[in-house]
């Protein structure tokens, strides 16, 4: 699995606000008018080519192992025949590769793996790649195990990867939590927290849930929005949030 994992704890007080201005300045935000809620989106869209992973050799192994890999639901939207999952050890491919198969009641997609492995394949590091023919872009997903001979995953339950997790376009994630107890007003289920580099959308979820803020490199700063539906409004912090590859504790105040 993706071995790093950040995190950012953010506490929200606002003072309520009686000027019927578009735009109000405060030296900790800014607000201004927004009638209905804003399309905030990650763009995910990149441009990797479809790559050209060969079937692993079955007389090059001893065993196989299967999993059944349903796709994150974020991710069904984008999923196209150019789909491909596999597995890779040591960069080498060690699965038959798969294509998608739709579930006919639901619609959802599933990728039916078999790993091949030798005994000695102990303290190996399994590496799950996916490229999505929507997006063109290549997700990659490791953690370190033992290849289990004839163990099946994802049959009896779903079996779930956060692949998301494993962008290569944003190889750097912070989790954003928001703390909104301090809000003067009452927080409604259209509301959004958003975070913005510049004005390019990195993240973005319904308030007390936990955000992923994706980023290109360290150190980008990080913007967080507020919209508020009860108020009409976006509120804009100052100060903005370093991302880092350790935990950040981060507070603003209104």
Not at 41 to 48: A, E, H, K, L, T
Request: glycine content about 6%.
């Amino acid at each position: 699995m993706k071995k790093i994992i950040l995190g950012a704890l953010l506490a929200i007080t606002m003072a309520s606000c009686s000027s019927d201005d578009n735009n109000i300045v405060n030296t900790n935000y800014t607000v201004i008018t927004a009638t209905e809620q804003p399309n905030w989106q990650v763009d995910m869209f990149s441009n990797d080519m479809l790559p050209i992973w060969s079937d692993a050799d079955p007389t090059q192994f001893e065993n196989s192992m299967f999993v059944l890999i349903k796709l994150q639901p974020e991710l069904v939207p984008f999923s196209t025949d150019d789909d491909r999952m596999a597995c890779f050890i040591n960069n080498e491919c060690r699965s038959i590769v798969a294509y998608r198969d739709i579930h006919e009641g639901d619609g959802s997609i599933y990728f039916a793996l078999k790993v091949l492995g030798n005994a000695e394949d102990r303290e190996i590091l399994f590496e799950m790649r996916y490229y999505s023919g929507g997006l063109h872009q290549i997700f990659s997903l490791t953690r370190t195990g033992a290849f289990v001979a004839e163990q099946t995953y994802g049959i009896n339950e779903d079996f779930v990867p956060p692949i998301l997790l494993g962008s290569t376009k944003y190889p750097v994630q912070m989790y954003l939590s928001t703390d909104l107890t301090g809000l003067p007003f009452e927080a409604t289920e259209m509301d959004r927290v958003a975070a913005f580099v510049g004005e390019e959308c990195r993240g973005v979820c319904a308030p007390l849930e936990l955000m992923t803020v994706y980023g290109y490199q360290e150190g980008e700063q990080v913007e967080i929005r507020y919209y508020s539906a009860k108020m009409n409004a976006i509120y804009t912090f100052t100060q903005k949030v370093p991302l880092h590859s350790t935990v950040v504790n981060y507070q603003a105040i209104f």
